[in-house]
């Protein structure tokens, strides 16, 4: 089968969640005997002025015209998309017209929120406007996969895909190594990122109230004291650090989906403490220690906890478990039975 795969982001170009999913899917397609073609243009308007990508996001409305022909003239039997911003939120449904079968993969909530970052819960002007127009671009797939049902939900709430088969299908973790777990009397938090929408402040906060922890983050800071900023690390070195570390933060300001690092730090069985926002509590799916986001004293509780062996080996084992749930070969299949 010819199939073809659309995504404004795919390594090596682009390494985040949604680029490593893109990947994933397009081996196990290559994997299972079938001709795959990935297309993913460059897209310079993002890194411009707001005025200016305001005009770009309106005519991203539009179908992108050179790859409507480039696809068609290759003519697939099924088209898969991911993120679309900057491939034109028509494209898809251009191709469709052709009698080929569309099935579209979300990972976020840039489709009524074009920055892809949710503060809140609350309906808005905004984001009903904004997703309305996309709405009318988009169209119809033929069947749309959600690693949550959280984030299906979102997108319900503001009027996609309704009438369209939709299928849950949780992303895939690494496959598990085990590593030694105990608490350590000076506990090695981790975590993924150094933005206020990651969490940094809350984090930060954390190192100072607790006064015999130790913190490395991955991104740019000052390191100082009892906290060091590691830069940018790839997945290897990730994992590494995951393995080497005792618990992992993950203190989202923002409404995440399914953050990869949770996944990521269940094959190595690190215990995780994380915001109860957007699609977590459901991607912990009872492992984890949930704290709410702005809550200091529910995160220094957190850390108390974890110090306690038997609950810190029960996490641990939790966290495999959850690896287990997410196997990368069951994620196969069942994507391979959604075509």
């Not at 995440?256 to 109860?276: C, H, R, Y």
Request: with cysteine; charged share 20%; glycine share 6%.
């Amino acid at each position: 089968m010819k199939i073809a795969i659309l995504a404004n982001a795919f390594p090596p170009a682009q390494t985040g969640g949604a680029s490593r999913i893109a990947a994933w899917q397009a081996g196990i397609l290559e994997q299972a005997g079938h001709q795959v073609h990935v297309w993913h243009p460059p897209i310079p308007w993002f890194d411009k002025p707001i005025f200016l990508r305001l005009y770009y996001h309106l005519a991203d409305l539009l179908p992108r015209q050179d790859l409507v022909r480039e696809i068609r003239a290759w003519q697939p039997e099924v088209l898969i998309t991911h993120n679309l911003t900057g491939c034109g939120f028509a494209t898809a449904r251009m191709i469709q017209r052709r009698g080929v079968r569309w099935i579209h993969v979300l990972h976020d909530v840039q489709l009524f929120e074009p920055s892809g970052r949710m503060t809140d819960q609350a309906s808005n002007a905004w984001r009903k406007a904004w997703g309305f127009l996309r709405r009318l671009s988009l169209g119809k797939p033929n069947t749309v996969l959600s690693p949550t049902k959280w984030l299906l939900d979102q997108h319900r709430q503001y009027g996609f895909f309704q009438d369209v088969e939709t299928a849950v299908l949780p992303n895939p973790a690494p496959p598990v190594v085990f590593a030694m777990r105990m608490p350590s009397p000076k506990p090695k938090l981790f975590m993924v990122g150094a933005t206020r929408e990651k969490g940094i402040e809350l984090a930060l906060e954390l190192l100072e109230r607790v006064p015999d922890i130790e913190l490395d983050v991955v991104g740019e800071g000052m390191t100082e004291g009892r906290v060091r900023f590691l830069g940018r690390l790839d997945t290897v070195q990730i994992m590494e650090k995951m393995r080497e570390s005792d618990v992992l933060l993950v203190p989202s300001q923002i409404a995440e989906n399914q953050p990869t690092v949770i996944l990521e730090a269940s094959s190595v069985g690190l215990p995780v403490i994380a915001s109860d926002v957007g699609g977590i509590k459901e991607t912990l799916n009872g492992a984890g220690v949930l704290c709410p986001a702005d809550d200091i004293e529910s995160w220094v509780r957190a850390v108390a906890a974890l110090r306690d062996p038997s609950v810190y080996a029960d996490q641990a084992s939790k966290m495999y478990e959850l690896a287990r749930l997410h196997d990368p070969k069951e994620y196969a299949d069942h994507f391979i039975k959604n075509l």
